[in-house]
């Protein structure tokens, strides 16, 4: 296979680029040939966009049984609760296979999802790991037991947690602020830890989640960190306190998560649209410090989150929605800030998703990648186009044809 005329990030000029036996060959100004040629006629081509926190137990369930008035955490637990009662692995599996097909059409082959492991048959853990198998040369998938009714609250999760780790989970996690008291919060961070030594898995827990100053498990989860040996190795998804604390002790926190090289994932989609709906004005804007957290280079990054599920429901699997909105929310609208937030959700999260150097467009690395019309990462955001070309190892995944306006009449001032 052939590229034409393709525009790497960040160069200017146009290269062509061979593919052969799933790698990139060449890369170069040069003439390359090959049995399919597609001619990217200057557009934009990056490495596949890397999803870090999303669900397919709960995809495509909104308004099953009912829509989320409140639109808060507490009434989308409580609707999932009731949901969750009547899941069958056919049911779980035909919704997270249209799900994985929307984030795959939108260019996203790598991704993270929380698996609620709160009922005793693991029935969506199950099938969640049999679309893992049927997807795996399409698709990274990597799975997180995801304990949504907590691991003190409901007791019973830390049994099953260890079950799904042996049934294949990739990652732990916990919800520390939805635990009764602290000290909860706190032992269910450290049971985390505790299983992931056991079992060599990922830590990623889902932090802070909350519009209060007084959340402040982010820094248990840095201090765990570091007590454990496993910077660089821990996730922690929303942190939205963070937002609230005060300036002095949020650059404290900041500092610690530094220290620890945690990931921190936020979710600009739903996290704009959950938090904050019982504050009062001057209310914030939902989302964590994106923008400061990523001037002290610390590895933050855009998750899209939801598909159409009792917490949110819109969500198509369009990971530039969700950068778009983060770079509004963060204020990340230059020309270079643009650019940090594409590598929120390709480079960013990639390293914390273990992708390493193979990740990226270079010659002899996997031909991983995506092709579009647009020119720039600014007309990227922008548009929030679909790929044209999605192509994995070399060879075409999913390919969309943008749509054409035909105007019925005429446009002309002269
Ligand atoms: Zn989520």
């Given at each position: 296979?052939?590229?034409?005329?393709?525009?790497?990030?960040?160069?200017?000029?146009?290269?062509?680029?061979?593919?052969?036996?799933?790698?990139?060959?060449?890369?170069?100004k040069d003439?390359?040939d090959?049995?399919k040629?597609?001619?990217?006629?200057?557009?934009i081509?990056?490495p596949?966009?890397?999803?870090l926190?999303?669900?397919?137990?709960?995809?495509?369930t909104a308004?099953?049984?009912?829509?989320?008035?409140t639109g808060t955490?507490?009434?989308g637990?409580?609707?999932w609760?009731?949901?969750?009662?009547?899941?069958t692995?056919?049911?779980?599996?035909?919704?997270?296979?249209?799900a994985?097909?929307m984030?795959?059409?939108?260019g996203?082959?790598?991704?993270r999802?929380?698996?609620?492991?709160?009922?005793?048959?693991l029935?969506?853990?199950?099938?969640?790991?049999?679309i893992?198998?049927?997807y795996e040369?399409?698709?990274?998938?990597?799975i997180?037991?995801?304990?949504?009714?907590g691991?003190?609250?409901?007791?019973?999760?830390?049994?099953?947690?260890?079950?799904?780790?042996?049934m294949?989970?990739?990652?732990?996690?916990?919800?520390?602020?939805?635990?009764?008291?602290?000290?909860e919060?706190?032992?269910s961070?450290?049971?985390c830890f505790?299983?992931?030594?056991?079992?060599?898995?990922?830590?990623?827990?889902?932090?802070?989640e909350?519009?209060?100053?007084?959340?402040?498990f982010v820094q248990e989860?840095a201090?765990?960190?570091?007590?454990n040996?496993f910077?660089?190795?821990?996730v922690?998804?929303?942190v939205n306190?963070?937002?609230y604390?005060?300036?002095?002790?949020?650059?404290?926190?900041?500092?610690?998560?530094?220290?620890?090289?945690l990931t921190?994932?936020?979710?600009?989609?739903?996290n704009?649209?959950?938090?904050?709906?019982?504050?009062?004005?001057p209310?914030?804007?939902?989302?964590?410090?994106?923008?400061e957290?990523d001037?002290?280079?610390?590895?933050?990054?855009?998750?899209h989150?939801?598909?159409?599920?009792p917490?949110?429901?819109?969500g198509d699997?369009?990971?530039?929605?969700?950068a778009?909105?983060?770079?509004h929310?963060?204020?990340?609208?230059?020309?270079?800030?643009?650019?940090?937030?594409?590598?929120?959700i390709?480079?960013?999260?990639a390293?914390?998703?273990g992708?390493?150097?193979?990740y990226?467009?270079?010659?002899?690395?996997?031909?991983n990648?995506?092709?579009?019309?647009e020119?720039?990462i600014?007309?990227?955001?922008?548009?929030?186009?679909v790929?044209?070309y999605?192509i994995?190892r070399?060879k075409?995944?999913?390919?969309t044809?943008p749509a054409?306006?035909?105007?019925?009449?005429?446009?002309?001032?002269?």
């Amino acid at each position: 296979m052939a590229i034409k005329n393709a525009r790497l990030l960040h160069a200017v000029e146009v290269v062509n680029i061979g593919v052969s036996n799933g790698r990139f060959m060449h890369i170069t100004k040069d003439l390359v040939d090959g049995k399919k040629v597609i001619d990217a006629k200057g557009g934009i081509v990056i490495p596949p966009f890397v999803e870090l926190h999303t669900h397919f137990d709960t995809a495509l369930t909104a308004g099953w049984p009912s829509f989320n008035r409140t639109g808060t955490l507490q009434e989308g637990i409580s609707i999932w609760n009731k949901r969750k009662k009547s899941l069958t692995i056919k049911d779980v599996n035909e919704r997270a296979e249209q799900a994985l097909k929307m984030y795959i059409k939108h260019g996203v082959l790598s991704v993270r999802a929380a698996v609620d492991i709160s009922d005793d048959d693991l029935t969506a853990l199950k099938a969640i790991l049999q679309i893992k198998k049927v997807y795996e040369q399409i698709i990274d998938l990597q799975i997180i037991a995801f304990p949504q009714d907590g691991l003190w609250k409901c007791f019973e999760n830390q049994g099953r947690m260890r079950k799904a780790l042996e049934m294949g989970a990739d990652a732990v996690s916990a919800v520390p602020h939805l635990e009764s008291s602290q000290e909860e919060g706190v032992r269910s961070l450290e049971y985390c830890f505790s299983l992931a030594k056991e079992y060599g898995s990922y830590i990623h827990i889902f932090c802070d989640e909350v519009d209060e100053v007084s959340s402040t498990f982010v820094q248990e989860v840095a201090n765990l960190t570091i007590e454990n040996g496993f910077e660089g190795r821990v996730v922690v998804s929303h942190v939205n306190a963070l937002a609230y604390y005060e300036s002095k002790y949020a650059e404290s926190v900041m500092e610690a998560i530094k220290k620890a090289r945690l990931t921190v994932v936020s979710c600009p989609l739903i996290n704009s649209s959950m938090l904050g709906r019982n504050d009062a004005y001057p209310k914030a804007t939902g989302i964590t410090r994106v923008k400061e957290l990523d001037t002290k280079n610390i590895n933050i990054c855009i998750a899209h989150d939801d598909i159409q599920t009792p917490f949110y429901p819109f969500g198509d699997g369009n990971m530039l929605r969700a950068a778009f909105m983060g770079a509004h929310l963060a204020h990340m609208t230059g020309e270079e800030p643009v650019k940090r937030v594409l590598s929120m959700i390709t480079e960013r999260p990639a390293a914390a998703f273990g992708k390493g150097k193979a990740y990226g467009i270079q010659e002899r690395s996997e031909a991983n990648f995506l092709l579009f019309e647009e020119r720039t990462i600014r007309e990227l955001m922008l548009n929030q186009s679909v790929p044209r070309y999605v192509i994995r190892r070399g060879k075409v995944i999913a390919e969309t044809i943008p749509a054409y306006t035909k105007w019925g009449c005429s446009l002309q001032l002269m």
